[in-house]
């Protein structure tokens, strides 16, 4: 399949390059799954974090490229990295073919775009999508008619059914050989004119590019670039308001307006009363847009997104684990033991490429869980109003409202959280949110907490865990807060969501939607996760001895060695020399936080002790497949069971439940109680919250926010973690060394309001740019 980018060496190895545009939620979506399939590409756009999608469609000999650009409200200004993406795609590219599809239940608002599409001077044709919400709304649809108003084909469709497909495949047949570029707006005299003179004196050759930037400049979405044309613009505009009276932008505006009411007028014919879907659409709004109401319905909606994503993901979590270990791991390596090759080579590849590449599959069902059931809220016509029910709490942040859904996702896991943040069009906004979600618990720290919190909190381990949740929230907010106030300072800018009407979602379309999502996680941040993966393997086994780098035992492996280094910077908040394995725990954490307690099981029991090769020799992959299968049945029981336990805190009230469910072994917790005071653990599990996220995290971070943002986030929620964790344990043993513990106090304060400081004049440097804020967002 070929990759379409902005630029006019786009989709080379296609014949015609076919374009999907339209409002948001107008079923853009579900069309390109229709016309494309599995054939799909998901990526970003170059220089931006905008989604890109596209795909391959072979209709009778031409070979097309469907790219379906983000949807928008207008090309003209206002809507931020997708509004320019998609302008400058159009604008940029020799497109063969616009699909401009409308929602006809909601036409006069969908023809604005429609009236700023002609202006581009590309063929094109109209979808007339969910006509089937029109008729339950009592409209009769005259395509014909707004077909020759237009001078542009009309298909009328309702995508999610699979029905007009055909029409629409033999329409965009014809429309390719005939090029039907339709009739644009006719603006007052006074406008024409001005355009005309402007387009004059533009040096742009694209026509089409060229008008669009003249209509820019007098509505006063761009400025003018050199003096000449600012001297000419601003005695175009004098000369308008001296003919008309008007400012040049509302004549723009109101004629566009009015020209999409009379193309809407005349499509829609009044047959009938709103029916029983209307009404439905009217009572559930009046629940969910409720003022009171609103909130806690959310609250609702995204605990079910929680418990199904995550305690619905751990059905299959043991099954995807044990069986990419039985094969990638021990059937690889006993398969490398019988072609011969050396045994440190076989544990490299098996042990390490095989382990990473488990890691990677074991996130698979909760993620995947995760990216199908937004895609189906999405679908619905749900989250368009989650995000105004919650725009005016998260407003007083400073964020807008759709940054809540991001936030409670990171309950499960970071990395979908992260990605999630792209429903926000506001680059400000993004990367505030991006930022905040290092700090939510995610699942993999929950096994972490258990297994302190069965040693140290045996009879309020409930308590602490959710102290440690709701710890997380308000760092994240804190963050976010402090930000706002200092490095990107800032209002939340309003955002402006059509309200769908409430539908069934396709279960095509959300699969797909689902499907593109996950791939971009196993390919993209995947390949992070197996990496960092392959290192943590190798560290335990190798160490540095007299005769220079050679295999040895845990104790004077190269892990040992630098954990050992690291416990004087980690002494101030409790651990003393001897715990380095605890260290070691943390490092392992910077790959992903599942492995902390695999780690410590490794090293508290000496597991290296045995014969590392005996699982490759004679490997029971037979018996290991047939256990993970035996582990859905009985996952899914659990599951159900603890449906009103998401969090699994009725665990602590068993020892032996905490036990199974931290997945740490007797040895180890005996060595956490060894190696640790109550004070102490607790310290230690807010650094485990707070510091460096895992390895997708900081993949996801990198390719959300680019390089800059990711290494602030990695630097301050280490050092918010290291300095949170040591007050922490110099206040609760104050008693024993006050001036000791008052210096570190002190100290920390002291370095977190310098931090300020440099925020705030990071800020005040960067207010005279803000297209940095944008640059930075899309990095």
Known sequence: ???????????????????????????????FNLLTGAHQQVGNWPGVTVEKRSGNLQLGADKMAIVDLPGVYSLMGGGGEDQRVARDFLLDTPVNLIINIVDASNLERHLVLTA???????????????????????????????????????????????????????????????RPQGQQVKYPLPVEEALQTLANTLSDQNAGRTRIAALRLLEGATEAETRQTQTLLKSLREQIQAISGEDPADLIMDRRFSWAQEMAALTLQRTGKAGLRESINHHLDRIVLNDWLGVPVFLLVLYLVFVVSFSGGNIFLDFFDQASAALLIHGVGHLLLIAGLPEWLVAVIAGG?????????????????????????????????????????????????????????????????IMGARIIEDPRGRILTVLMQPFMSCSARLTIYMAFAVVFFRSNGGQVVFALYVLGILVALLTAWLLGKTALRGEAMPFVMELPPYRLPSF???????????????????????????????????????QGLRSTDIDHSLLAQGSQALVPIFAPMGIQKDNWPAVSGLIAGAAAKEIVIGTLNGIYQRQNAADLMADYRHPDITGQLEDALHS???????????LDDPLGLAAMGSTSATEQASGAESATLRAIAAGFTPLSAFA??????????????????????????????????????????????????MALHPASSLAWIFGILGTFGLLVLALRMYGRRHDAHPARLRKQAAL
């Open 1 to 31: 399949m070929s990759a379409c980018h902005a630029n006019t060496t786009a989709c080379a190895t296609s014949d015609k390059i076919v374009v999907l545009a339209g409002n948001p939620n107008c079923g853009k979506t579900t069309v």
């Open 116 to 178: 700023e599409l002609l202006e581009t001077g590309h063929p094109m044709l109209l979808l007339m999508n969910m006509t089937d919400e029109a008729t339950a709304r009592g409209w009769k649809l005259r395509c014909a008619d707004l077909e020759k108003a237009l001078g542009i084909p009309v298909v009328p469709m309702v995508a999610r059914k699979n029905q007009g497909k055909e029409q629409l495949l033999q329409s965009m047949t014809r429309a390719l050989q005939q």
């Open 353 to 417: 490429v095989g382990g990473g590449l488990n890691l990677v599959i074991s996130f698979i069902p909760p993620i995947a869980l995760t990216f199908l059931f937004l895609a189906f809220l999405d679908d619905s016509g749900y989250m368009a109003r989650a995000a105004y029910a919650m725009d005016r709490l998260m407003r007083r942040l400073g964020l807008p409202g759709n940054a809540l859904v991001p936030m409670v996702i990171g309950f499960g896991c970071n990395v979908p959280a």
């Open 508 to 546: 095509r379309s959300v699969v797909l939607q689902s499907w593109q999502r996950l791939r971009v996680f196993l390919f993209r941040v995947g390949k992070v996760i197996a990496v960092i993966g392959l290192v943590l393997f190798i560290l335990p086994g190798i160490g540095w001895t007299n």
């Open 632 to 642: 859905i049945p009985a996952n899914a029981l659990t599951f159900f069971r603890t």
């Open 684 to 733: 230690y599990l807010v650094f485990v919250l707070l510091y460096v996220p895992c390895a997708s995290t900081m993949g996801a971070l990198r390719r959300e926010v680019g390089w800059g943002w990711m290494g602030f986030s990695l630097l301050y929620g280490t050092g918010l973690a290291w300095g949170s964790s040591t007050m922490i344990y110099q206040i609760g043993t």
